[in-house]
């Protein structure tokens, strides 16, 4: 059984920080790509950032030059940290991840952690 669990979303105030972690666990062969999502109230899920196994990387407009997103390999674990944030950045962040494992390779979505940017 795999499984995401993310961490680090709280409360904070416009122009702050956050970082948060996206662990994997279970029967894990390799990660292909592992991403970050973000959904606000009364609007769809978007593509935050993602990143692959080798390391490229992908931003939304919306947080580029604010959000990095990294991961370790060798703990299964990725990263999203936000800087200067602002309150359009509030939503709940879902971790992503293509896991190839021992039933097979499928994609993965963490329980999603809030984050709320105070004006």
Known sequence: QVQ???SGGGLVQAGGSLRL???ASG????INHMGWYRQAPGKQRE???VITSGGNTNYADSVK???TISRDN???TAFLQMNSLKPEDTAVYYCNALI???IGMYV???QGTQVTVSS
């Open 21 to 23: 972690s996206c662990a």
């Open 47 to 49: 593509l935050v950032a």
């Open 108 to 110: 993965y979505w963490g």
């Open 27 to 30: 029967s894990i062969f390799s």
């Open 100 to 102: 190839s494992a021992k």
């Open 74 to 76: 060798a703990k299964n």
């Open 4 to 6: 995401l669990v993310e």
């Open 65 to 67: 030059g604010r959000f």
